[in-house]
């Protein structure tokens, strides 16, 4: 496969994270990230399961090799120690993993003879090392790095796009098969096998694939339930390459023609999504997004008769935390979680979600913006929700959609300089059904 960075694109995150360090690493430290070491399948004999490099290690280098280690200090820069493959590797696998940035670095075996002789007075071991990041120096150097990872870099966002250009055509095949009389399953099989055909080279995560009362299950695994006629059929599905991913949430309707009561759901969700990207730019925090979005949906459910009540009353007992149970989104890219929050050991909830994210957004940053509202059976009729939300939940009118059962719509947006880009809108969604 031709490379998807160059050498440059190499060089210039290296320099950004150089920088980023320059104020936290002294001049005889070093710092050490590690590409990590296959794990073996449980009784496996010798099969291991699929590598996987440290996603900080895949970023600096380019490379997917197990064994290898990348090496900075201020006084050597940026060294690479490189692991060759053995005969038996080629024997049995050939090149599966051969550079994707052709850079040579120095043989890693070599390393603890250069650590020895440089002498340096600390070592800092970053990646998929085996050690834990304790609080201290370690800690900040990782934040550092994740920070800098987090902003997307224009080689970055093309090969994005080109996934997105995938899940597009997955999308599309599955939208056209959809027809009451299909399974689940088959969605899967449809949504997949275009995408295979396309170029993915795997699924960031399991398919989700729910129709019905299934759709309130927020990772449904698709079953071999046949989708009836006038129900809603959600999809949470991505692409990945070389563990660059999009995710991306769509939700259909079965028939031509879905009730009243799914076109209103629909359309508060459609409506809150997009009033959340709107915000989605440089300086705003994401839990006030996320707020928004919880905000919007408690107002929505009022004015539909499933909450009741004064709004301000709503608003301050979370109430809608039971029909919205999840974070509005999180960061994406080199994985789905990508970067994620490590930095935040304390975090918060906000309307009774805890945010994988509670930072303030910047330009280069890549998030899913997910609002949803489910009507999830174990929630609404567990005795601790009767209890605290009994007086604001309208429970007769509840009874009338729980048989919806809910709707997601996910895109993946590119925090800008003049505001946002929406990198997945070539997967077509519609304001109504």
């Known amino acids: 496969m031709n490379a998807i960075f160059t050498t440059t694109d190499i060089q210039l995150r290296k320099q950004r ?43 600096l280098t380019g490379r997917r090799r197990e064994g290898e280690v990348v090496l900075y200090s201020k006084n050597s820069g940026w060294i690479e120690f490189q692991k060759a493959y053995t005969r038996d590797q080629l024997v049995w696998e050939g090149n599966m993993h051969d550079l994707l940035v052709d850079d040579k670095g120095m043989d890693v075996s070599t390393l603890d003879e250069y650590l020895k002789k440089n002498k340096f007075s600390q070592l800092y071991h970053l990646g998929q090392s085996g050690q834990p990041v304790t609080a201290g120096k370690t800690f900040d150097l990782r934040t550092a790095l994740d920070q800098t990872r987090r902003k997307k ?19 599309g095949a599955l939208k056209k098969a959809l027809h009451p009389g299909i399974t689940e399953k088959e969605v899967q099989v449809i ?14 995560y399991d398919s989700i694939v729910g129709a019905g009362t299934n759709a309130a ?34 939700t259909y309707g ?36 996320h707020s928004k979005a919880a905000t919007l949906f408690t107002e929505g459910l009022l004015s539909m008769g499933i909450l009741k009540g004064n709004l301000s009353d709503l608003i301050e007992k979370q109430v809608i935390s039971v029909f919205f149970p999840h974070g509005l989104g999180h960061l994406v890219g080199i994985r789905v979680r990508d970067t994620g929050h490590e930095e935040n050991i304390n975090p918060k909830t906000y309307f009774g979600a805890r945010l994988r994210v509670d930072i303030q957004l910047e330009e280069g940053h890549l998030i899913t913006v997910e609002p949803g509202v489910y009507f999830i059976k174990a929630l609404l009729e567990a005795a601790d929700t009767r209890d605290r939300f009994n ?6 009118e509840l009874s009338k959609w729980m048989h919806i059962g ?22 077509e969604k519609l304001a109504d059904i």
Not at 218 to 233: C, G, S
């Open 17 to 59: 994270l150089a920088a980023a360090w320059q104020s936290i690493l002294s001049n005889d430290e070093v710092v050490l990230i590690h590409s990590g070491t296959p794990i073996q399948k449980p009784g496996g004999l010798d099969q291991n399961y699929p590598f996987l490099p440290h996603p900080s290690y895949f970023w």
């Open 153 to 171: 870099d224009a080689a970055e966002i093309r090969f994005i796009k080109q996934l997105a250009d995938i899940a597009g055509h997955g999308y």
């Open 191 to 204: 949504y997949e096998s275009e995408i295979f055909r396309r170029g993915a080279q795997t699924v960031p």
């Open 217 to 250: 299950i927020l990772h449904a695994l698709p079953t071999q339930r046949i989708i009836n006629e006038n129900e809603f059929v959600l999809v949470d599905a991505g692409v990945d390459v070389y563990d660059y991913c999009v995710d991306i949430t769509r």
């Open 254 to 289: 079965s028939s031509a023609n879905m009730s009243a009561q799914h076109k209103a759901l629909y359309q508060l969700v459609y409506s809150v999504q997009m009033e959340c990207i709107e915000l989605t730019k440089s300086g705003n925090f994401w839990r006030d997004v």
């Open 391 to 396: 007086a604001f939940i309208n429970w007769n």
């Open 406 to 427: 809910g709707v997601r719509i996910e895109d993946n947006i590119l925090v800008t300089k003049e505001g946002n880009e929406n990198l997945t809108q070539v997967v």
